[in-house]
C-alpha cells in the first residue's frame, strides 16, 4: 500500500470522527438549549448534580459490660431532614403535623427547613446530638413521607448519664497522631487524617481495632437548584461484613457502675475515685472518677475532668501503713505482738501522731488498728530502704497493675490508658534521712499511689500475697461473637508476692480496724468489712489539704470485692472516706442480693 493511498484513508477516519463528536455535541447541548419543554440541559445537570450526606453510624466498634449489655453505641430512630430549593415551600399542614409529632410549634418547623443548608438531624433546641424518636412519631412520619425527610436508625456512642465516661475515654481528631501512628490503615482508606480516634481510655488503648470497615450513611442526590432528583432518591451505604464492627466485651456491671455513680453524687464526691475489683481475679466490676465529663461534647485536653482520677497517683496518708506493716513482717524486723509506747510526739522534725495525747503503750499489731504514727515511725527506722521498695513492688506500687501482654501484632499492649506507677522515694538521699523516713512510714513525704494500686493491694492479699494484673476487658469480638482475642486473668509477675502467712495477718489486722480502730463507723454496715483508713495533708495554695482514704474488702467470712475509695484535696481531714465506703459495701451487698433473686 502506497504512502498515499494510507494518507487518505487516515484522513477519512479523523473527519468521521469529527463528525462525531459534533452530532453529539449538537445532541447534548444545543438541542438541549432549544428544547422550551427542559430548563436545564443534560450537560449542565450532569456536572452539577450533588450528593448530600449524613453519617448514620460511624462503624467503630462499641463496648459491652460482662453480661453483654451495651455500654456505647445506642441506636435509635431519627430524623434526618435534607435541604431543598428555595422555592419549594412548606405546607401548612406539614407544619401543623410536624410541630404536633416533634413538641414544637409550626412556625418552628417552617423556619428550620427555610434555614437549612446542608443535611441536617433534628436535634430539637439545644444540643448537638440528634433526638430520639416515639415510636408513634416514627410511624406517623414514614407513613406521611413529608419531602426530603427521612426516620433513620441513628448510632449515638455516648448517652447520658456518661457512666464510666474516664476509664472508657472519648473519641476526637488528631490528624498529627493519624500520620504518627496510623499510616497503613490510612493508605487501606480505613482512617482519614480528620477522622475521630480514641484519645483517652479504653478508646484509646483498642483504638486499632475499634476503628472498622467504614460507616454507614444515607445519601439524598440533588440537581443544581438543590431539588431532589426522584430517580435516584435517597441511598443507604453501609459495609457488608457481618464480622465488623467489633465488640470490646468489658469487665465492668453496667448496673453495678449506674448504682456507684449514683451514690458517688448523692455523697457529694467532687473529686476523688471508687475502684471496685472482684476479690479473686483483680477484674474491674466498677470504677467512678469526679468531677465528671461530657465525652459528646468538645473536650478541653488541658481540663481535668476527662482524666481518670483512679489511674492517677496522690499521697495515700496511712494507707501506706498496710505496706510498711508487710515489709515489717517479712524482714522479721518487728513482731505483731511487740509492745512500742506512743506519747503522742517523736521529739524533733515536727513529727507527731494524730492523737496529740499519745496512745501509751500499745502492741505492733494494736498499733495498725489505730494507725499510730509513732510506731509506725519507730518500724520504718528498722527497715533497709531496699526492704521497704522491694515490698512495695510486691504489692503492686511502682508500676502500672493493668493488664499487660501481647494483642494481636502489638506486642507491648495495655489495657488501661495514662496510668501512673506511683513512688516511694523520689530520690536516693530520702531514702538515707531520718525525717524523710518518718513521713515515707505513713504515707506522706515523696509516697504516691493510685486507686487502683490501692485496690489492687487488697485482692494481693486476699490471694495469699500473689499480686494480680487488673483487667478492664475480658475479650474481643467479632460481630458474630466469635472470639477475635482474649485476656486471660494472670498474675502481674509469676512466682513473686509477699509470704500468705504476711497476707493472713494483714487481713485480721483489718478486721481490727472495724472492730476496735479507725474505722469502727463500719461495725453496723450490711457485710462485715475490714479495711483501712488513711489521711494525707497536701499543701497547696499557701492551704493545707487533705486526702482521705478507706480500703478494705467484704464480707469477711468469703470476700467478694476489694474496695478503694479516695476524696482528694478536702478542706479537712474527717472521715469522708469512711461514710462513703461503707455506702459502696451496703450498696454493693444490696446489688448482689438483688442479682441472686433474678
Not at 435509635?76 to 412548606?90: E, G, R
Not at 428550620?112 to 430539637?124: A, K, Q, S
Not at 515511725?377 to 493493668?402: D, N
Request: positive net charge; aromatic residues 8%; glycine residues 10%.
Amino acid at each position: 500500500m502506497d504512502k498515499r493511498r494510507v494518507f487518505f484513508i487516515l484522513l477519512g477516519l479523523v473527519s468521521a470522527m469529527a463528525v462525531l463528536v459534533g452530532r453529539l455535541f449538537w445532541l447534548q447541548t444545543v438541542q438541549e438549549v432549544q428544547r422550551a419543554s427542559v430548563p436545564v440541559d443534560l450537560v449542565r445537570q450532569s456536572v452539577l448534580q450533588r450528593e448530600q450526606r449524613l453519617m448514620l453510624d460511624s462503624g467503630r466498634g462499641d463496648f459491652y459490660d460482662r453480661n453483654g449489655l451495651p455500654l456505647t453505641g445506642e441506636t435509635y430512630s431519627a430524623l434526618l431532614v435534607f435541604p431543598v430549593s428555595i422555592t419549594a415551600a412548606v405546607s401548612q399542614e406539614e407544619a401543623n403535623t410536624m410541630g404536633r409529632l416533634l413538641g414544637i410549634e409550626p412556625e418552628a418547623w417552617v423556619r428550620f427547613r427555610r434555614e437549612l443548608t446542608v443535611p441536617r438531624f433534628w436535634t430539637g433546641t439545644a444540643g448537638n446530638a440528634p433526638l430520639p424518636l416515639s415510636a408513634g412519631a416514627a410511624q406517623t412520619i414514614r407513613r406521611l413521607q413529608p419531602a426530603a425527610v427521612a426516620v433513620v436508625p441513628y448510632k449515638q456512642r455516648y448517652l447520658p448519664p456518661y457512666d464510666a465516661a474516664q476509664l472508657i475515654g472519648y473519641i476526637g481528631q488528631d490528624p498529627e497522631r493519624v500520620k504518627a501512628e496510623f499510616m497503613p490503615m490510612v493508605k487501606a482508606g480505613r482512617l482519614a487524617s480528620d477522622s475521630l480516634i480514641g484519645a483517652s481510655g479504653l478508646e484509646k488503648s483498642f483504638q486499632t481495632l475499634l476503628n472498622g470497615l467504614g460507616g454507614t450513611f444515607l445519601s439524598l442526590y440533588t440537581d443544581s437548584r438543590n431539588e431532589p432528583i426522584p430517580d435516584l432518591g435517597y441511598r443507604l451505604h453501609a459495609p457488608e461484613n457481618p464480622y465488623y464492627p467489633l465488640k470490646v466485651m468489658t469487665t465492668l456491671d453496667a448496673g453495678l457502675q449506674s448504682g456507684l455513680e449514683e451514690l458517688a453524687d448523692k455523697a457529694g464526691l467532687k473529686d476523688g475515685a471508687i475502684v471496685v475489683l472482684d476479690a479473686h481475679t483483680a477484674d474491674i466490676a466498677g470504677m467512678v472518677s469526679r468531677p465528671r465529663f461530657r465525652p459528646d461534647s468538645s473536650v478541653d485536653p488541658q481540663a481535668k475532668g476527662w482524666a481518670n482520677q483512679a489511674l492517677l497517683e496522690a499521697a495515700p496518708g496511712s494507707i501506706f501503713k498496710t505496706v510498711v506493716a508487710a515489709a515489717a513482717l517479712e524482714a522479721g524486723a518487728a513482731r505483731p505482738d511487740e509492745r512500742f509506747e506512743c506519747n503522742g510526739a517523736w521529739g524533733k522534725y515536727h513529727f507527731t501522731c494524730w492523737k496529740k495525747e499519745g496512745h501509751g503503750a500499745l502492741t505492733f499489731r494494736q498499733a495498725y488498728a489505730q494507725s499510730c504514727n509513732i510506731v509506725f515511725g519507730q518500724i520504718m527506722l528498722r527497715l533497709k530502704p531496699g526492704q521497704l521498695e522491694e515490698t512495695a513492688r510486691k504489692l503492686g506500687i511502682g508500676s502500672p497493675v493493668g493488664w499487660a501482654g501481647k494483642l494481636l501484632q502489638d506486642p507491648a499492649f495495655r489495657q488501661l490508658d495514662r496510668e501512673d506507677s506511683g513512688t516511694v522515694w523520689s530520690s536516693v538521699a530520702a531514702r538515707e534521712d531520718e525525717g524523710a523516713k518518718l513521713q515515707t512510714a505513713i504515707g506522706q513525704r515523696d509516697v504516691r499511689m493510685t486507686p487502683l494500686q490501692a485496690a489492687n493491694m487488697v485482692v494481693t492479699l486476699l490471694n495469699g500475697g500473689q499480686l494480680q494484673s487488673v483487667r478492664a476487658v475480658k475479650e474481643v469480638r467479632y460481630g458474630t461473637d466469635r472470639v477475635l482475642a482474649e485476656f486471660q486473668a494472670k498474675p502481674l509477675a509469676e512466682g513473686e508476692g509477699i509470704s500468705r502467712k504476711t497476707s493472713e495477718t494483714l487481713l485480721r489486722w483489718m478486721q481490727d480496724v472495724v472492730s476496735s480502730g479507725t474505722g469502727t463507723a463500719l461495725k453496723g454496715a450490711v457485710w462485715s468489712l475490714a479495711g483501712k483508713s488513711g489521711t494525707a495533708q497536701v499543701p497547696e495554695g499557701g492551704a493545707d489539704l487533705y486526702n482521705q482514704w478507706f480500703i478494705g474488702y467484704g464480707p469477711v467470712e468469703a470476700p467478694r470485692y476489694a474496695v478503694a475509695v479516695v476524696s482528694l484535696k478536702q478542706k479537712a481531714s474527717g472521715d469522708q472516706a469512711v461514710a462513703l465506703f461503707r455506702q459502696v459495701m451496703d450498696f454493693l451487698a444490696g446489688y448482689e442480693k438483688k442479682e441472686q433473686k433474678k
